[in-house]
């Protein structure tokens, strides 16, 4: 990586993770985190860049993922309420080209129900695709 503008350690259970971060030049974020065991060993690698205006979807997927491992809810966030931040990004997520109910089902960890009643209670999404 370039000239870091972050970086991260955590240790937790003898095991020890980083996360080094910069911005590039156009603008996106370059992230790299690892994990190694209490060896030294490494367990776990993410890297890439991601446009920094999509950290906010991506957290919210990484979040859903992680808390989909130890919960069997189907949406993890059922009966959640929504938040100012989660109705802004779901209208920009909604106003894509390729916007699809399916897709911020994933996105907010919601049912198919939850988001099409948020999305009329807001008054957009019209007649947004269910791709599965």
């Known amino acids: 990586m370039a000239a870091e503008a972050l970086a991260l350690h955590v240790s937790e259970n003898g095991r020890r ?7 590039t030049d156009s603008g996106d974020l370059r992230v790299q985190v690892t994990g190694s065991d209490d ?4 367990i776990a690698s993410l890297s890439g860049h991601v446009p920094v205006g999509e ?3 991506l957290s919210r997927l990484l979040g859903a993922a992680a808390s989909a491992g130890g919960r069997p809810a ?12 989660d109705e802004q990004c779901l209208r920009e997520l909604a106003s894509a080209a390729d916007a699809s109910i399916s ?3 994933d996105a907010f960890g919601r049912s198919r129900w939850a988001i099409e009643a948020r999305l009329a209670r807001l008054g957009i999404g019209g007649e947004l695709p269910y791709r599965r």
């Not at 993770?17 to 911005?23: E, G, I, P, R, T």
């Open 74 to 85: 189907r949406h993890p966030n059922a009966n959640q309420p929504w938040t100012e931040e």
């Open 39 to 42: 060896a030294g060993l490494p």
């Open 103 to 105: 897709g911020l089902m």
């Open 55 to 57: 950290l906010r979807v």
């Open 17 to 23: 993770y980083d996360l080094c971060a910069d911005v």
